[in-house]
């Protein structure tokens, strides 16, 4: 049956392998139909990656696989599956088949050796099964029999052919050793032939191992170039996929609280929800015991939480952060609160990455610390501890994951982010601890270099570690300088001493203006005595005034009706003489009226 012609930027179809992280670097698997070379020293995991490829391709999409063992015998190969938890006696009855073409050690090569016997057989067997996928592990180890590169050549060919015309998914792979070319100086060519090459690499850097995979060549699909980590689980491989992770996440403007109240009033209420925070600092500067804050406020919020530990067991962590009043026993017991702890250097940074990946899965925390991030380095070296952490703190915002994350500073790098790990940059919020070294004493500093969407302070604040718990003091400065512990402590008392002192003169001068204003209270007193005692007078005087002035008016009154009552008379008078006659001998009214 003819395959339709694909459209113009249409990817090539794609055979899934069920490996996480691998499937998304190649937009999908291997090339559906066609050739893939996978090429790696010893222990690199070319035959875990293969075989895994098959076993996934049957349990997960019911296709029937064929593997094909040219090093191992196919039962110890099945053995050692187990470990896996693949249950491959129960696939092998229908779904797998493993075909033994192990060349005898006492085998020689003697006139033409061809393939063509094998492939008839396997595609017999493909048939009858009703195959759609096959691996040729270690084939290298039939062809160095020929001793013939020409030979060698043409029988990688044949396979190549074989494949081109069945319906399977090959995959073929070769060893490679240190120094030598992407597939060994004799099937370097094999890069060419094939459609797809995957390079496996198992290297130990400072002490420990590193697995790594890289996509050298897709043809007519797009795929991530660089080198990604591996690692080998339990469950099989696990590929981790750089800058696959979504940044469409959700963004939360609700604040959590860092567990510290002052710290909360500087970030302006707390931190946004499904941020990262850096905390870095020298040893000693309290990072931990921050970061424990932050996990004990989430606990009493209800939320369940996780503390990845790298320098101290979760017993030694609870018992140190009980002497700054942090108890995280309680939330411990009662489940929300979760405390792994493991030395860096036991394993890689990606294995690490895995196992916190699994505690997220199965806890479902909402809020995370890592204490410190740093430690990551001494599980292999900066580049592979940069990965994991960026890894892991996009995973968290992916899953709305509150991340707090501690780095420590050598004193060379005081009021720098760390050299050896660089993820300030991807950091939402970074708090700065550090000494403060003033008057023969050593104290503990913080201050916010930035807090994304956050209207932050700018202070440098002392840092108060006691048994009642932790605090954060306001700045204090004092000519220009600002003063921390016994210095600041020595300058509030002096200031405390004079605030009295004034206090003193000022009650001195209140009591001084009191009395005086007691003595001017007398004196006004006395003048409104006076004042009243004049007015007492004035007002008798007025009094006699009116009275004088009564009786003069009722003198003249009396005066007046006398005068008038005499007129009267005298007028009575008159008119009583002109009525009588006239005296003969003429004389006057006066002499009459005196007889």
Not at 175 to 200: I, K, N, P, T
Not at 270 to 299: C, D, H, N, Q
Not at 409 to 435: C, F, H, K, M, P
Request: hydrophobic share 40%; glycine share 8%.
């Amino acid at each position: 049956m003819e395959e339709r012609p694909r459209e113009r930027n249409e990817e090539p179809p794609k055979m899934p392998t069920g490996i996480e992280g691998f499937d998304t670097i190649t937009r999908g698997g291997l090339p559906r139909h066609g050739t893939t070379l996978v090429v790696g020293g010893p222990g690199s995991g070319k035959t875990v990656f293969a075989l895994q490829t098959v076993v996934n391709g049957a349990r997960e999409w019911g296709e029937p696989g064929i593997f094909v063992a040219f090093e191992e015998r196919s039962r110890q190969i099945v053995e050692n599956a187990d470990s896996f938890g693949w249950n491959l006696q129960g696939l092998e009855e229908e779904k797998l088949f493993f075909l033994d073409a192990r060349p005898f050690p006492h085998l020689t090569a003697g006139g033409d050796f061809d393939l063509s016997g094998l492939l008839a057989s396997l595609d017999a067997k493909a048939k009858e099964m009703n195959a759609r996928r096959i691996v040729f592990d270690s084939i290298d180890v039939l062809l160095t029999l020929l001793d013939n590169p020409v030979a060698e050549r043409r029988e990688l060919y044949r396979i190549h052919d074989w494949l081109t015309r069945s319906p399977l998914t090959g995959i073929i792979t070769t060893r490679l050793y240190e120094g030598e070319g992407l597939a060994g100086a004799r099937h370097e060519f094999l890069q060419y032939m094939a459609d797809c090459v995957v390079r496996l690499h198992h290297r130990v850097s400072e002490l420990v191992s590193l697995r790594g995979l890289r996509v050298v060549k897709y043809r007519g699909s797009a795929f991530d170039e660089n080198e990604v980590p591996m690692i080998i689980t339990e469950d099989g491989i696990q590929v981790a996929a750089f800058g696959t992770t979504s940044a469409d996440y959700r963004v939360s403007t609700q604040r959590i609280s860092t567990g510290i109240e002052r710290l909360d009033e500087m970030l302006n209420g707390g931190l946004y929800r499904a941020t990262t925070t850096l905390i870095t600092g020298a040893p000693g500067t309290a990072k931990s015991t921050l970061a424990g804050s932050f996990v004990e406020a989430a606990a009493e919020r209800g939320e369940r939480s996780l503390y990845v530990s790298f320098d101290e067991p979760a017993e030694q962590v609870m018992r140190n952060l009980s002497s700054v009043n942090i108890r995280l026993r309680p939330h411990v017991e009662s489940g929300l609160l979760k405390i792994p702890w493991a030395r860096a250097e036991a394993r890689s940074a990606e294995a690490h990455l895995l196992i916190v990946k699994e505690m997220l899965d199965e806890h479902q925390p909402t809020c995370i610390v890592v204490d410190p991030l740093s430690a990551m380095i001494r599980a292999g070296g900066q580049l592979p501890a940069l990965g994991v952490a960026q890894r892991l703190l996009y995973l968290a915002k992916e899953r709305g994951i509150t991340v707090v994350c501690t780095t420590l500073l050598d004193d060379s790098e005081r009021g720098q982010e760390s050299s050896a790990l660089q993820v300030s940059t991807i950091a939402d919020n970074w708090i700065y601890l550090s000494y403060h070294i003033q008057g023969g004493e050593r104290n503990r500093a913080l201050s916010i270099i930035k807090a994304r969407g956050i209207h932050h302070s700018n202070q440098v604040r002392e840092l108060i570690l006691s048994d009642k718990g932790v605090t954060l003091e306001d700045v204090y400065s004092a000519g220009g300088e600002v003063l921390m512990g016994t210095l600041r402590w020595e300058r509030e008392r002096e200031q405390e001493l004079e605030r009295k002192t004034a206090q003193l003169a000022a009650e001195r001068q209140r009591a001084e203006m009191e009395l005086a204003e007691a003595e001017v209270q007398v004196r006004m007193a006395a003048l409104q005595r006076e004042l009243e005692a004049r007015r007492a007078e004035m007002a008798m005087a007025a009094m006699v005034r009116a009275a004088q002035e009564a009786e003069w008016v009722a003198m003249e009154e009396a005066r007046i009706r006398r005068r008038s009552t005499a007129e009267a008379s005298a007028g009575e008078g008159k008119k009583d003489a002109g009525d009588q006659p006239s005296s003969p001998a003429g004389g006057s009214s006066r002499d009459t009226t005196r007889e």
